[in-house]
């Protein structure tokens, strides 16, 4: 998955418009203009389409996660210059405060089975003799859990308390 795809799936899963992908920039203490989001935003085919670089993705992942567990005191953390999966899985499991058994439960909402040992693998250091490299579907899988708990839970009618 490009960091575009993942860029989009995300917009879409917690309903963020053009001003809170600007503004989540922004907490990770960097401006981006609206045609810059939504020329990431574009399909590839687009002839406008605009590749997020890992870089300034990784930026948006710091911002997400100041966004939704609140800015730390002192230095930002400096953007990683190269991403890969693992990375990208640790900032969301961070940005939304979430347990290994809290992300075992949003990949078994697409029927996608971990093991414990399998996830904390993909979280640990690259020279350690455990880590394993998070692939693909893993993130594909993980996203489309949290659409569906963050996203579809939205447009279902709350039950009556009376019932």
């Not at 979280?123 to 490299?133: A, G, M, T």
Request: with cysteine.
């Amino acid at each position: 998955m490009t960091n575009n795809d993942i860029l989009r799936r995300l917009r879409y899963t917690f309903d963020f418009n053009d001003s809170k992908m600007i503004s989540i920039f922004r907490l990770a203490d960097h401006e981006v203009t609206r045609a810059q989001v939504a020329d990431w935003l574009k399909k590839e085919e687009d002839p406008a389409y605009l590749r997020c670089s890992d870089r300034e993705f990784a930026i948006f992942l710091n911002g997400l996660i100041n966004e939704m567990r609140g800015k730390k005191e002192g230095a930002a953390p400096e953007p990683e210059r190269r991403l890969n999966n693992n990375i990208i899985f640790r900032k969301l499991k961070i940005a939304l405060n979430m347990t290994s058994e809290d992300v075992l439960d949003v990949m078994a909402i697409e029927q996608f089975r971990l093991s414990k040992h399998e996830l904390s693998a993909f979280f640990r250091k690259p020279d350690h003799q455990n880590y394993r490299e998070c692939q693909d579907q893993v993130i594909r899988n993980f996203l489309s859990g949290l659409q569906h708990k963050y996203r579809d839970n939205k447009t279902e009618t709350p039950e009556s308390p009376d019932a």
